[in-house]
């Protein structure tokens, strides 16, 4: 079987995405009763990171080491990566060395050329387009509290980038409804959206993007690599907070995500990500598990 990679949610199939978070509960699970699994003993991980992470990396790093490998972080600063070595010959000399690489990077390309000249699973850690790592943890996290999510209705106010992207694969791939709500400037990718088909719907309007939501999901309104337009996107975003009269707009019950970094005051109000509807801190952890499960499907399962 050729090599399996992690580049998007549409890598792996439905059954084997809902799978995974059947395992990386199990896998939660054995955590906490201090249960040892170490599946990936002698084997390594490459984590290369040309932007910052807090989250991915503790994750990453930790997961390996309580499946019984190892990680190695590797920067740009003091890697040939930052000095122009050509993507294909990294791609074939790190993956003659370690069992799989995670990548965290800007252009979407960059990722698929480094997968294309892989010979062991490469890992989306967060692209321009997508963060579908993000969304094992979000999925996760909603299966934790309320069960499969077929059928329910999903918002995503703000920026049509990564993250909205991976949530418009997500809808396809565990059939729920999304919402999204961006300024105009700011659409998700129109190919993305066709994909999805019909469970995706735009709106101008915040407030009747929420109308019936049983999850409402924001994320920052400059990404890394835009910190220099922070203060025109201010402005531009300013009509979509995710504050407590657009909760209100949703369902009584429903739960409030950001994938954090979160920035209190812009596009979340402090009373909604530390109130009684958010799940962050859980979806926060489950960037862990989740991706404890993926590494295990990838190296083993499937590698
Ligand atoms: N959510 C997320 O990917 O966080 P980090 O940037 O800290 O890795
Ligand atoms: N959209 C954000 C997500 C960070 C996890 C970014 O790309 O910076």
């Known amino acids: 079987?050729?090599?399996?990679?992690?580049?998007?949610?549409?890598?792996?199939?439905?059954?084997?995405?809902?799978?995974?978070?059947?395992r990386a509960i199990e896998?939660?699970?054995?955590?906490?009763?201090?249960?040892?699994h170490e599946p990936l003993k002698n084997r390594v991980l490459a984590m290369v990171f040309?932007?910052?992470?807090?989250?991915?990396?503790?994750?990453?790093?930790t997961g390996m080491a309580q499946l019984g490998g190892h990680a190695l972080f590797l920067s740009p600063r003091d890697t040939q990566f930052g000095r122009g070595e050509p993507i294909e010959d990294s791609a074939r000399v790190l993956s003659r060395m370690v069992?799989?690489?995670?990548?965290?990077?800007?252009?979407h390309e960059k990722i698929e050329l480094f997968a294309a000249y892989s010979r062991v699973p490469v890992i989306n850690a967060l692209t321009d387009q997508y963060h579908p790592c993000q969304l094992l943890a979000d999925m996760q996290t909603w299966f934790e509290q309320r069960g499969d999510i077929k059928g329910a209705t999903v918002t995503f106010i703000g920026d049509g980038n990564n993250m909205c992207h991976s949530y418009i694969n997500a809808a396809l791939q565990f059939d729920f409804r999304l919402h999204v709500a961006t300024p105009a400037a700011y659409k998700p990718d129109p190919a993305i959206i066709a994909a999805a088909g019909e469970r995706i719907s735009l709106f101008e309007h915040p407030l009747e993007a929420a109308k019936g939501a049983d999850l409402i999901v924001t994320d920052v309104w400059a990404s890394m690599g835009q910190e220099e337009e922070q203060a025109k996107r201010?402005?531009?975003?300013?009509?979509?907070?995710?504050?407590?009269?657009?909760?209100?707009?949703?369902?009584?019950?429903?739960?409030?995500?950001?994938?954090?970094?979160?920035?209190?005051?812009?596009?979340?109000?402090?009373?909604?990500?530390?109130?009684?509807?958010?799940?962050?801190?859980?979806?926060?952890?489950?960037?862990?598990?989740?991706?404890?499960?993926?590494?295990?499907?990838?190296?083993?399962?499937?590698?």
């Open 99 to 107: 069992d799989a690489i995670m990548i965290r990077t800007f252009e």
């Open 50 to 61: 040309e932007k910052s992470s807090t989250r991915t990396r503790v994750s990453f790093e």
């Open 234 to 303: 201010e402005k531009e975003f300013a009509e979509f907070q995710v504050n407590s009269t657009l909760m209100q707009a949703a369902n009584r019950d429903a739960l409030f995500m950001h994938c954090l970094p979160a920035h209190r005051g812009e596009e979340v109000t402090a009373d909604v990500i530390d109130g009684p509807q958010s799940v962050v801190w859980d979806e926060a952890e489950n960037r862990l598990h989740a991706q404890k499960a993926l590494l295990e499907f990838l190296m083993v399962e499937t590698g």
């Open 1 to 22: 079987m050729s090599t399996r990679h992690f580049l998007t949610l549409t890598d792996l199939s439905s059954d084997e995405l809902h799978q995974l978070m059947a």
């Open 27 to 36: 896998l939660k699970q054995w955590q906490r009763e201090g249960r040892i």
